[in-house]
């Protein structure tokens, strides 16, 4: 390049433009515009006319290797330098003082394969000193850009630790998780080009880590199939003590900073199904679409279940002939478990599923086709979902069914409740009421029927959650009911029962008189009443002692 060569920009910078702290335009800052339109970019009188658009809505970004083809000229026309003319595109990296700054401002507004003139003032091109012979003192410049390619380079620490250039994009956009199993190539070399480290594929959990800590960090801001180059640092290399020399690999000298391909072949994902992390699920082969079983479904699965030393004790659906197991989610057909994850799967999904006891068989022995599995075991599914069948959602139905399916789901809570199932129970009564919760669309009949419904619903709902401790929630489900019907004496009475494990006894004891002026007779909310009192007298002789104590220490000190 002749006069607007890299070091004549640096060297004018260093004489007074190179301060990289640009004024007047945020990173990533790309005013909209349309062909033919000039703007002006921050508030350093640059200005940007848009020649033809860029493809996408990407822009480059400091650290960013560009590529670029541009004609110079001066104001009246002049033209002092073009790659065009040479046929040789300029490649710089942005943002680091390279070039002018006007270029660094305005590139990186731009889209691939976007052209457009930049008009440079002075302050942000050459100065008073101007760049002889070609660029004479305090001359605004026009270049006509056009914005081939770039290769991003991200400082992905934020620290100056790792700079990744992408090589080649992958697909789609999720990233390896700290629990995912990645498979990857790569290559390392210190910077004179000794090899110190190379695999053709190693897989490991990103969690763990591999060779160095450089690439469990570099893996999680990738995609399948990208490939980059990290310039590593000492600090996520092998810092202060370096790595002796292994097989084909020379050492790594102390405080040396590495340069190393990376390939993300593939990976799997691994993700907790529970939240105590006693059911872990890892993907195997991605399965199709986006639907996964709901609450109902039948679902048709090859199944094969093993124990921690490896013994099968259940093999389904892998045989010539041999039906898939098939089975309705949440009907406890099947451990908990397994219940759980085929909720979390695909259709043709395979997932390797590891269950705790506590999921599993428990601490009692279990005779299953192929073995026993004994007691306190963890065991461990391969899992294909080869169909599943949905049940209706309440989308799909007509009024009608809808509240015939609310009343069947309130007749299985039913049953589940009178069996000490409360949590399964519970679930069944909110399906009920989300499959009416909209009626107003419907019949006035219809919406007698739905407000009977969704009573019962909620007032069951609230004995389930008081049964299992959940006293706020039994509160709320209470409150909805009374929104319904004021003077639902069940709803009173419950509610009462809520506020008084949740020591606001005031509130209680206003519901609880509120119910017997309904019903005086009500013999379980006269019982309550008296639960209350007592709960009463017991807070207000702790007062007394705890105000006791206090006066009496204050008597003491005077």
């Not at 004179?192 to 959990?205: H, R």
């Not at 097989?247 to 190393?260: R, Y």
């Not at 080869?386 to 399916?405: N, R």
């Not at 006293?471 to 009173?492: M, Q």
Request: charged share 35%; glycine share 8%.
């Amino acid at each position: 390049m002749e006069d607007f060569d890299m070091a004549a920009a640096q060297q004018q910078m260093m004489n007074g433009g190179g301060d990289m702290d640009f004024d007047g335009l945020d990173d990533g800052e790309s005013p909209a515009m349309k062909v033919g339109e000039e703007k002006e970019i921050g508030t350093q009188g640059l200005k940007k006319k848009l020649l033809k658009d860029g493809d996408g809505w990407e822009t480059p970004d400091n650290g960013d290797e560009v590529e670029v083809h541009y004609t110079g000229t001066l104001l009246d026309g002049t033209k002092f330098d073009s790659s065009r003319d040479r046929g040789d595109p300029f490649k710089f990296t942005l943002g680091q003082g390279q070039v002018i700054k006007g270029w660094d401002l305005g590139i990186k507004t731009m889209k691939k394969g976007e052209n457009a003139v930049f008009t440079i003032p002075a302050e942000l091109a050459y100065g008073e000193a101007g760049s002889p012979p070609t660029i004479p003192p305090n001359a605004t410049l026009q270049f006509d850009v056009e914005l081939l390619s770039w290769v991003s380079v991200k400082d992905i620490c934020k620290d100056g630790g790792i700079f990744k250039k992408i090589l080649s994009e992958g697909e789609k956009w999720e990233n390896p998780k700290d629990a995912d199993e990645v498979f990857v190539k790569y290559e390392a070399h210190l910077e004179d080009g000794t090899l110190v480290g190379k695999s053709d594929g190693v897989e490991f959990t990103v969690g763990d880590g591999h060779f160095c800590p450089a690439l469990s960090t570099a893996v999680k801001t990738m995609k399948k199939g990208e490939k980059v180059l990290l310039t590593v640092k000492p600090q996520y290399g092998f810092g202060e003590q370096g790595k002796p020399a292994s097989g084909d690999a020379s050492a790594v000298p102390p405080n040396a900073t590495l340069e190393i391909t990376l390939d993300l072949i593939s990976w799997k994902i691994v993700s907790n199904v529970t939240d105590d992390k006693k059911v872990v699920k890892k993907i195997l082969k991605e399965g199709e679409g986006y639907e996964r079983p709901n609450e109902g479904a039948v679902v048709k699965l090859k199944l094969i279940g093993k124990l921690q030393d490896g013994t099968v004790f259940l093999k389904k659906g892998h045989e010539d002939g041999d039906m898939p197991f098939e089975f309705k989610i949440d009907e406890e057909q099947v451990i908990d478990g397994l219940d759980r994850a085929v909720v979390t799967m695909k259709k043709g999904e395979v997932a390797l599923v590891t269950i705790a006891p506590e999921y599993a068989f428990g601490s009692s022995e279990s005779k299953q086709d192929l073995a026993v599995v004994p007691p306190n075991s963890s065991v461990t599914y391969e899992i294909e979902l080869v169909s599943l069948e949905k049940e209706k959602e309440s989308w799909d139905m007509s009024t009608p069914e809808k509240i015939e399916a609310a009343g069947k789901k309130k007749e299985e809570g039913n049953v589940l409740f009178k069996a000490g199932k409360y949590v399964r129970a519970s679930k069944r009564y909110e399906k009920a009421v989300k499959y009416i919760e909209y009626d107003t669309s419907f019949s006035d009949e219809e919406k007698k029927q739905c407000k009977t419904l969704k009573v019962s619903c909620n007032l069951n709902n609230a004995a389930c959650k008081l049964k299992l401790k959940d006293y706020k929630a039994a509160e709320k489900l209470c409150t909805k009911v009374l929104e319904l019907d004021s003077v639902n004496v069940k709803a009173l009475y419950r509610r009462a029962q809520a506020y008084i494990n949740l020591a606001d006894l005031e509130l209680a004891e206003f519901d609880i008189k509120k119910a017997l002026e309904i019903d005086p007779d009500n013999r379980e909310v006269k019982l309550e009443y008296k639960t209350l009192r007592e709960k009463i007298k017991e807070y207000n002789r702790k007062d007394a002692q705890l105000y006791g104590k206090m006066f009496s220490k204050m008597a003491l000190r005077t």
